[in-house]
């Protein structure tokens, strides 16, 4: 396997864990696609994947729209926009680290969408 093929793969991994988790609300992807010790650097969510069990559940009108995708090595990037994690629509850039196939890091940044023609160059977020 190549390392173009190795880093679809991980982002092919990532989206349908993504999806199947959080858009699906199918808490056995966790068992599928995950795997502990899972270290969070999100600075509202402890490491572990209990975190991520209790609050599946209770995300309401929640959508993920994953507008970019990148991987290299171990890490995955997704560049999404996304609705009913806060208030209003929500830009995040997660990366992923996986190992041996499933997720066992992420990082986030998470900002407010800002529609274009309230941001100083008139370009969009996503």
Known sequence: MT???QAQR???IVVTAMRELFVEKDLTALDRY???PYVQHSPQMPDGLGTLRAAVPGL???SW???RTAAQGDLVFTHSLVHGWGPGPTVIVDIFR???GRIVEHWDVVQELTPPEATASGNSMV
Do not use: S, V
Request: charged share 40%; hydrophobic share 30%.
């Open 60 to 62: 309401k009108g929640f």
């Open 98 to 100: 996986l190992e041996n």
């Open 34 to 36: 995950w795997a502990e």
């Open 3 to 5: 390392g173009n093929d």
């Open 10 to 12: 991980n982002i092919d």
């Open 65 to 67: 729209e994953p507008k």
